[in-house]
Nanobody
Framework: VQLQASGGGLVQPGGSLRLSCAGS????????MGWYRQTPGKYRELVAI???????NYAGSAKGRFTISRDNAKNMVYLNMNRLKPEDTAVYYC??????RGQGTQVTVSS
């Protein structure tokens, strides 16, 4: 299984970013995918998940600001993040339910 997250960067509070995750080595269309984030010294936090059929669920901190989506034809999962806050600063990973994850992408929200 290979998962590669991209799209992170430095953004000002209130700004937006779109993260992408490319997957291979799995039956992607049938695999629930999740976005997680982690900051140094803290546990990894689930941000959002999406089933193969498109059902979504969000952490409370992400509801109303973030949107998870997927394109099964392209083996891609996305996380649109709006109204970003400094506390959203973290390394973001895409991950399967079995724990497969690749290199994350750094998101820094700062003025």
């Amino acid at each position: 299984v290979q998962l590669q997250a991209s799209g992170g960067g430095l953004v000002q509070p209130g700004g937006s970013l779109r993260l992408s995750c490319a997957g291979s080595g799995i039956t992607f269309a049938y695999t629930t995918m999740g976005w997680y984030r982690q900051t140094p010294g803290k546990y990894r936090e689930l941000v959002a998940i999406i089933t193969g059929g498109g059902t979504t669920n969000y952490a409370g901190s992400a509801k109303g600001r973030f949107t998870i989506s997927r394109d099964n034809a392209k083996n891609m999962v996305y996380l649109n993040m709006n109204r970003l806050k400094p506390e959203d600063t973290a390394v973001y990973y895409c991950q399967t339910p079995s724990g497969d994850r690749g290199q994350g992408t750094q998101v820094t929200v700062s003025s």
